[in-house]
């Protein structure tokens, strides 16, 4: 039903360590080693975790050896921060509440989980709490229309978390199974906007508390092709939505060339990793998998 990670991110043709010259030749070299660490470096794992990983290659005896031990590797990292998300709604409403800066990919997801949610036969509501633009709200109506989402919107300006509230409560009364809200995009140095997410988060978890029988999940979006501030981000973004229960969507890896970034970004927030964003179309994402990723990343097939 979602696309494959294989198909659609750049990186994934050779493997990031594919332009170490010398490396099938001469196995882990010192030189090597360093060219290792370079590449590392470029594709954004760090400098702590790019020396992590060449430790890993240090005394291997051949580039597969060093590959499959590298990848090894990063798959058990990566698999701490993994996190499934299922398509289940039977225990009750489930209300996603979605953050992030501006542009990092926010409604484009909303707009593809609604439409997976909708294919496994759920209703779905959208909540246009971004009123900032009313390009927003007609962006996410466009969705909302595509994919068979019902909406709860109104004129720029509105209140965002009134409008969470009634939005809720138009989906408990309509006996709905799956809320998206869209918020607006904001830089976490923007401390009233931040205080509006608290709210908003707030007014949803009141709801659960009056119900019972609803659950409020925090996703975090983050664009990987910015991923140098997304620790930062993360920090900010925790801290206003109130703890750790929150998941990241990390967006456009398709357009990056620097898979590194994921396993960066989830060791510094401590946040864990459920979906990928790997493109614009409706299909273009996929679950994080921890040992898909780590084979791709290393260009080894994961047949
Ligand atoms: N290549 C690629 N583009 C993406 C992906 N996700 C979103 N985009 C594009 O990124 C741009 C911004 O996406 P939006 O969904 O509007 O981002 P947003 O977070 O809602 O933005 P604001 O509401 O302005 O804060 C759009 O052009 C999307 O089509 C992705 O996974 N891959
Ligand atoms: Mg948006």
Redesign the pocket.
């Given at each position: 039903m979602w696309g494959s990670l294989r198909s659609s991110i750049s990186f994934v043709t050779d493997g990031i360590f594919s332009r170490i010259s010398g490396f099938k030749a001469l196995g882990c070299s010192a030189d090597i080693l360093a060219e290792l660490e370079e590449e590392l470096i470029r594709a954004d794992f760090g400098p702590s975790v790019a020396k992590e990983i060449v430790e890993v290659a240090k005394n291997t005896v051949s580039r597969d050896d060093a590959l499959a031990r590298i990848s090894n590797y990063i798959e058990k990292e990566l698999s701490l921060y993994e996190k499934r998300f299922d398509m289940s709604c039977e225990n009750g409403l489930r209300v996603i509440i979605?953050a992030?800066?501006?542009?990092?990919?926010?409604?484009?997801?909303?707009?593809?989980l609604g439409a997976s949610f909708v294919r496994y036969g759920k209703k779905v509501r959208f909540i246009a709490a971004?009123t900032f633009?009313a390009a927003?709200v007609s962006?996410l109506e466009v969705w909302a229309e595509r994919v068979g989402a019902n909406m709860t919107s109104a004129g720029i300006s509105a209140d965002p978390s009134s409008l969470v509230f009634e939005g809720i409560q138009s989906a408990v009364n309509l006996k709905e199974d799956v809320v998206l809200i869209?918020?607006?995009?904001?830089l976490p140095n923007k401390n009233s906007l931040m205080d509006e997410l608290g709210k908003i988060v707030r007014v949803a978890e009141k709801q659960r508390d009056k119900y019972g029988d609803i659950f409020v999940e925090k996703m975090l979006?983050l664009?990987?092709s910015t991923g140098q501030h997304a620790s930062v981000q993360a920090e900010k973004f925790k801290s206003s939505m109130g703890g750790d229960d929150i998941s990241i969507i990390?967006?456009?890896?398709?357009?990056s060339a620097k898979g590194g970034t994921v396993l960066r970004i989830a060791r510094e927030s401590g946040l864990p990793i459920c979906l990928?964003?790997?493109?614009?179309g409706v299909s273009?994402?996929a679950q994080f998998d921890a040992t898909e990723f780590s084979k791709l990343l290393c260009g080894m097939d994961n047949k």
């Open positions: 979605f992030g800066v501006n542009g990092a990919g926010k409604t484009t997801t909303i707009g593809k971004d633009r927003a962006q869209d918020t607006a995009g904001r979006v664009d990987s990390m967006t456009k890896l398709d357009g990928v964003g790997t493109g614009e273009d994402f």
